[in-house]
């Protein structure tokens, strides 16, 4: 019986060794495109689900009241019978409440769309970032060689040396960071799109040319803006039924009170969305203007290269010059690229500002968790 125990527990360690191995999961490598990621983006989201059972429950709601109310008094739209207006007043509540629910659906699925766009441009934003601290790595590797080989020839002090293996280790450091930082998008986009964390997709996509935002009347623009806003909408219409509900109900002096805070709070909404769009507006121009500048940084510093390398197969310069006008190049580029970015996203966040909290976050945040302001014209992108 005890050799029939050892045995036991003999197969049932080799078995238990021998499972991660076997089920271990390969991390999967698809391509992803900007749209197959929108489309798996809104398949996934428990968000839009969830504003889905909002709609439909709020659609019951206002066949149940309209049905109550066509049961109360069939012809009471035409015949006016006593008690008719708590009937009245729980339909067009009712039926409020369905446009509303609509509303924030489709403000829903902007939300999740607008998470996409910022995590799929963040992630390509940080793969950039960890070319250029490896690039940055190689030559302050180079350069801590030669310090070295100085200092063992006497010709550098072993102060000198620390310092150039203190920057060596600071930009290590760097390069950990950055590194951590990519498999943390990779996390945080994986979620959303419904892959695994350890998913590697290859991001196919890059965020459209740059090109300056044109807006032939921006007074107009920004009008229509906020005019065409889901969560204007609602709040409009909001102080509408309350003002409806208060004449129903008798004008209240409480029911007028409500009334006048639904107005009140739709007009400060229309202020605010405004000023916000005027804001990210001319931080788009900002933008603009200094995009010839960091252009005109990268190119200098693709003429450096190519200086840097003929200079070096003449003999004129070292490999350390070489590395370091690769490491320049490659976070100029990674600097140009982060602004094409950031000006892609604001584009979007300028005609759907209530996206911007998304769209304009860290990329790991939740759709979500987004703002709900003003609406806009669909020509962002999506």
Request: hydrophobic content about 40%; some cysteine.
């Amino acid at each position: 019986m005890k050799k029939v125990c050892q045995a036991l527990l003999a197969f049932l360690f080799l078995f238990n060794a021998w499972i991660p191995y076997t089920f271990a999961k390969e991390p999967k490598t698809p391509e992803m495109t900007l749209e197959k990621a929108v489309q798996l983006a809104l398949r996934y989201s428990k968000s839009i689900e969830r504003s889905v059972l909002d709609v439909t429950y709020a659609e019951d709601m206002r066949e149940d009241t309209g049905l109550a109310l066509a049961l109360f008094n069939p012809n009471w739209a035409t015949q006016y019978t006593p008690g008719v207006e708590g009937f009245y007043a729980a339909y067009l509540s009712a039926d409020y409440g369905y446009e509303s629910a609509a509303k924030k659906r489709a403000l829903q699925e902007d939300l999740v769309i607008g998470d996409v766009y910022n995590k799929y441009y963040g992630l390509l934003q940080v793969k950039k970032k960890v070319d250029a601290a490896k690039a940055a790595l190689s030559a302050e590797e180079n350069r801590y060689k030669v310090a070295q080989a100085r200092f063992q020839v006497g010709m550098l002090s072993r102060i000198d040396l620390d310092k150039a293996q203190a920057q060596l280790e600071k930009v290590r450091a760097d390069l950990i960071a950055a590194e951590s930082e990519i498999e943390n998008a990779y996390v945080a986009f994986n979620q959303l799109v419904g892959l695994d964390p350890e998913d590697r997709p290859v991001l196919v996509d890059s965020p459209p040319s740059f090109a300056a935002l044109e807006v032939a009347d921006l007074t107009a623009t920004v009008e229509g803006i906020v005019s065409n806003s889901p969560m204007q909408w609602i709040m409009d219409e909001g102080a509408d039924l309350q003002e409806r509900l208060a004449g129903l109900t008798g004008s209240s002096e409480k029911g007028k009170i409500k009334a006048e805070q639904a107005r009140l709070d739709a007009e400060k909404n229309r202020d605010d969305t405004r000023s916000r769009v005027y804001n990210t507006y001319y931080t788009l121009k900002q933008l603009e203007d200094s995009y010839s500048t960091v252009q005109r940084q990268m190119r200098l510093a693709e003429d450096s290269l190519k200086l840097s390398q003929l200079s070096y197969e003449l003999g004129l310069v070292t490999r350390a010059d070489v590395l370091s006008a690769q490491a320049a190049l490659a976070q100029a580029r990674a600097a140009l690229f982060e602004l094409t970015c950031r000006h892609a996203l604001l584009k979007i966040a300028f005609y759907k500002p209530w996206v911007a909290g998304v769209v304009m976050s860290s990329g790991t945040g939740s759709a979500g968790g987004g703002s709900t302001q003003s609406s806009g014209s669909n020509s962002a992108g999506f």
